[in-house]
């Protein structure tokens, strides 16, 4: 295994795009990241994808050709492969991307997200976003892809005396992050009062505790370590990737209110880079729910289980805190392409530790760690990057 | 479930009716739905998975109310749902009924009673299966 590098990155803006098509966000994305890393198409060794539901949400497979295409490499015949892995396709294209290059079979890769979510009306949005739940035994009988994350919290609170406040403390952290963020879809700010009163979604959880249909894409090119300087003066290194799986439905887990997917994931993570939890200086963790930053920040072993609730009363994860977490406004208020979100975390953890992060950036960050979760945690991918 | 072809659903009427679920012939661990293995004691449990009929009474576990709900539950919403622990061990999702929903707590007994889950639009296929109720 080899050392691999960052030497490039892209992100479109996220939300409803409507005057923009897949290819042209795939595009756009990915020639920014190209650009930015200096590579010419000929040096290119390989393309990854991640996409959930191409499929159903613009009656597209086949997403690794097209991409090729629509970049234009095809005259190039380099290989293009789509990742799948629910809401994790992203952060899961990334690694197998870094596979690739530590394994030493590729010199450069590039690596994009995608999701257009917005050429699909009504609940066809929702009913795709339900498939990555067990939709026999879990979406047949009613449970909706909100309502699983909703008997978590309802479990949270019941166990660890986590509150309605904290919860909706979440999602204001990570707006007035969004705020701050040129490419998020809800730059504004929003009260706890507005997050306790929005509509219910699935009792506890309420409109303003979701994150949204979004279209958007991302791109990272990755290089291995030794020849990343002949590109950018300040490549980012990957230390380390881990990933694992749990079952496909939440009744199915252990323990309802632990992903273990996150801890092992982490674990693998942590191993390998040779660090621990206080390592880290700055996080993009998988909030598709606000009970979800809650359980990300306590399975990736920053504070004890059943303290998540806590810790956010405590400003722990806000921009000023010991550990930053979301600096680009999470899933929540960046917006959620399901795709394009795992490779948009490594993005702005590229921008934290280059100091490119505006605004937003985190003083000193060093070390940085991404958390992309599929489903209700059936799947993880964790990845920590060191600036160079 | 749009266009999907009936066996989808046939296949899984054992199930879904009856909760038919089976047990592993090595470490006597239950599994609903039933499972082609034990993921305990894999090779040595194929061959020796036993058919058995769960009593369809359990323990709340957790549970949420879901208010946006997909088109085919739309004239149910709001309602509840729930992760259940049957008596015999295995956990699966079903909807509250046959209560108020303020009543409805963490550790609260219910039982299985046979309903109408779904139906695929005005012309579709309705769908038949498990809710669960409060014991007495």
Not at chain 1, 30 to 57: C, H, N, P, Q, W
Not at chain 1, 99 to 108: F, K, M, R, T
Not at chain 2, 114 to 135: N, T
Request: charged share 20%; proline share 4%; glycine share 10%.
């Amino acid at each position: 295994m080899r050392d691999v590098a960052i030497i490039g990155t892209g992100v479109t803006k996220f939300g409803e795009l409507w005057d923009k098509s897949f290819r042209q966000l795939i595009t756009e994305a990915g020639s920014k990241a190209i650009l930015e890393a200096g590579v010419s198409g000929t040096e290119i060794d390989a393309l990854y994808v991640g996409s959930m539901g191409s499929g159903r949400f613009i009656g597209q497979e086949h997403i690794g050709a097209l991409v090729a295409d629509c970049s234009g490499f095809s005259h190039l015949h380099i290989p293009s492969t789509r990742i799948e892995s629910a809401c994790a396709s992203g952060g899961l294209a990334v690694r197998q991307g870094y596979l690739s290059v530590a394994s030493g079979i590729n010199d450069i890769v590039v690596v994009g997200g995608i999701e257009k979510m917005t050429d699909v009306v009504g609940s066809e949005a929702t009913n795709t976003l339900a498939t990555v739940a067990d939709q026999e035994w879990e979406a047949f009988f009613g449970a909706t892809f909100p309502g699983l994350y909703a008997m978590i919290a309802t479990k949270h609170m019941n166990d660890y005396g986590t509150t309605r406040e904290q919860l909706a403390q979440v999602a204001v952290k990570n707006h007035a992050n969004g705020a701050l963020n040129p490419n998020a879809q809800f730059k504004r700010e929003i009260s706890i009062d507005a997050v306790i009163n929005a509509p219910p979604v699935a009792y506890p959880l309420g409109m303003l505790d979701c994150s949204p249909v979004s279209d958007g894409a991302a791109t990272v090119v990755l290089c291995a370590a030794e020849k990343a300087k002949k590109y950018i003066d300040n490549p980012v290194k990957i230390i380390a990737s881990g990933q694992a799986s749990d079952t496909l439905a939440l009744h199915g887990r252990r323990e309802i209110c632990t992903f273990d997917s996150t801890v092992h994931a982490a674990r693998m993570a942590y191993k390998q880079a040779n660090l621990k939890p206080k390592d880290i200086d700055v996080a993009e963790l998988h909030d598709s729910f606000t009970i979800a930053e809650i359980l990300a920040i306590e399975d990736l072993g920053f504070v004890k289980k059943g303290d998540g609730g806590k810790a956010i009363d405590n400003k722990i994860t806000t921009l000023d805190g010991e550990l930053p977490v979301n600096t680009s406004g999470g899933l929540k208020a960046k917006g959620h392409p399901i795709g394009a979100t795992g490779v948009a975390q490594i993005a702005e953890i590229v921008a934290q530790l280059q100091g490119t992060a505006d605004q937003r950036q985190i003083k000193d960050a060093k070390i940085g760690l991404t958390h992309n979760i599929g489903g209700t945690g059936a799947s993880c991918v964790v990845h920590i990057l060191e600036a160079m | 479930m749009e266009n999907r072809a009936v066996p989808r659903f046939w296949r899984e009427i054992p199930q879904r009716y009856s909760i038919i679920g089976n047990q592993c012939g090595v470490c006597k661990k239950f599994y609903f739905p039933p499972r082609e293995s034990c993921p305990f004691c894999r090779r040595k449990s194929i061959g020796k998975m036993e058919t058995k009929k769960l009593k369809g009474k359990g323990t709340v576990v957790t549970y949420s109310i879901v208010h946006d709900a997909p088109d085919q539950f739309e004239g149910q919403a709001p309602y509840p749902i729930a992760i259940i622990e049957l008596d015999e061990g295995p956990h699966l999702t079903a909807q509250i009924v046959d209560c108020n929903v303020d009543d409805i707590k963490i550790g609260m007994k219910v039982e299985s009673t046979f309903r109408k889950i779904q139906e695929d639009g005005y012309m579709g296929a309705i769908y038949y299966g498990y809710k669960f109720k409060p014991v007495g």
